[in-house]
T-cell receptor, first 112, second 117 residues
Framework: GENVEQHPSTLSVQEGDSAVIKCTYSDSASNYFPWYKQELGKRPQLIIDIRSNVGEKKDQRIAVTLNKTAKHFSLHITETQPEDSAVYFCAASKGNTGKLIFGQGTTLQVKP | GAVVSQHPSRVICKSGTSVKIECRSLDFQATTMFWYRQFPKQSLMLMATSNEGSKATYEQGVEKDKFLINHASLTLSTLTVTSAHPEDSSFYIC?????????????FGQGTRLTVV
């Protein structure tokens, strides 16, 4: 089955700096790659997603890139703010099933 | 976006008892829902796929007789943790895939914090 690896497990940046989180997946049939932000005790919140028919997607300070050949995708957050501090998860899914396999998570700390 | 409601949000039960968690899609029909478990400071682990009108599909290592899933209608899936033990204490979250189209997304319930004492 699908396996998703996420790095780093923790990331600390200064406010205003950029943050990059990387994920690799094993199943070449996967075609949907969402990124979630989760605050303690809350449900995951979708922040951006990408499908395999595109290589990059951007939404204001957040962007995601996908390299299908290498089977990896990355989350880029620019001009980080303290409120960006949270746990971020990548996930992968195939077909149009909604069955998500999650990465291990990255705890992002943005220092004021 | 679509709304998925999960209840209860918190439950404390005694060892050996059973607990039922409900997951409802409020404004769309979900033929498939998913159940995840999340231990503290860990990721969401897929437990099972809940299929309306048929048996659930469990991931490897998940005991189907312990985690009973019933998807009785297009808007409701339930997870029953039977004979709960302290090691079952966790955060349980359901999700439903949005209705129709190829550009939909997963919608998550609020999660249920289960504590077995």
């Amino acid at each position: 089955g699908e396996n998703v690896e996420q790095h780093p497990s923790t990331l600390s940046v200064q406010e205003g700096d950029s943050a990059v989180i990387k994920c690799t997946y094993s199943d070449s049939a996967s075609n949907y790659f969402p990124w979630y932000k989760q605050e303690l005790g809350k449900r995951p919140q979708l922040i951006i997603d990408i499908r395999s028919n595109v290589g990059e997607k951007k939404d204001q300070r957040i962007a995601v890139t996908l390299n299908k050949t290498a089977k990896h995708f990355s989350l880029h957050i620019t001009e980080t703010q303290p409120e960006d501090s949270a746990v971020y998860f990548c996930a992968a899914s195939k077909g149009n099933t909604g069955k998500l396999i999650f990465g291990q998570g990255t705890t992002l700390q943005v220092k004021p | 976006g679509a709304v998925v409601s999960q209840h209860p949000s918190r439950v404390i039960c005694k060892s050996g008892t059973s607990v039922k968690i409900e997951c409802r899609s409020l404004d769309f029909q979900a033929t498939t829902m998913f159940w995840y478990r999340q231990f503290p400071k860990q990721s969401l682990m897929l437990m099972a796929t809940s299929n309306e009108g048929s048996k659930a599909t469990y991931e490897q290592g998940v005991e189907k007789d312990k985690f009973l899933i019933n998807h009785a209608s297009l808007t409701l899936s339930t997870l029953t943790v039977t004979s709960a033990h302290p090691e079952d204490s966790s955060f349980y979250i359901c999700s439903a895939w949005g209705a129709g189209g190829l550009n939909t997304e997963a919608f998550f319930g609020q999660g249920t914090r289960l504590t077995v004492v």
